[in-house]
């Protein structure tokens, strides 16, 4: 068992669930949610964006598909006073959910990787992402609008190695806008925090 900091705050992390990276902490650095909103974390790993979410007074759906990751991340909620605030759901993107959410986050698999390269492990699934990178995000960008309230918005990651360009474009024919919210060059590509809504 590994620990983490963020701000002062201690994470637990299990042998199997993805250990929280750059991509973590920009998007935990823009992280904007908001008291009594509802929000659904996507792929919440160690919990430590629903973490965060909660302890600003947001409801909180997290799923993955990881089970590990999601008792670990049931022990990080108790152990942040924030367990009661953290419904937790076992599931493939948007399938363990049927309602409509404020706030949408989702730190995706982005990793471009060949099938035959794949390990596909529960804690390879948290990177793998298929050739060209883009198979969890171009499911997560066809299905968000139906997920989100009339003035509900995502902040989610994406990388330069998965063609952002691409994601921008998915998002406008979804007729969704978006923004770019901070970028960070790190040594072998560069991040990206995107924000999309109908309106925001
Ligand atoms: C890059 S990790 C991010 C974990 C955590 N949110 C963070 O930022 O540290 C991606 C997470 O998404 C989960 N995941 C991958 N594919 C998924 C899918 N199709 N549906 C739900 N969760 C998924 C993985 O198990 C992993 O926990």
Redesign the pocket.
Known sequence: MVEIGYKGKIFKIGAS?????E??FL??DNLDARSGERVL??????????ILAAKAGAWVVA????QA?LECARVNAHAHGVANRIDFRL???F?PVAERFDFV??????LPIEPREAFGT??D???E?GPDGRV?ID??LNELSEYLTPNGHALF?QSSLTNVEKTIRALGANGLRVEVVARRKLSFEELFILRAGASF
């Open positions: 669930v993805y250990e929280p990276a991509d973590t998007l935990a974390e996507i792929g919440t790993g160690c919990g430590l964006l629903a799923t993955d598909i990881n990751a599931g493939n993107l399938e986050i989702f730190n995706p698999p982005y529960p804690l699934l948290a990177w992402a969890v499911r997560f990651v």
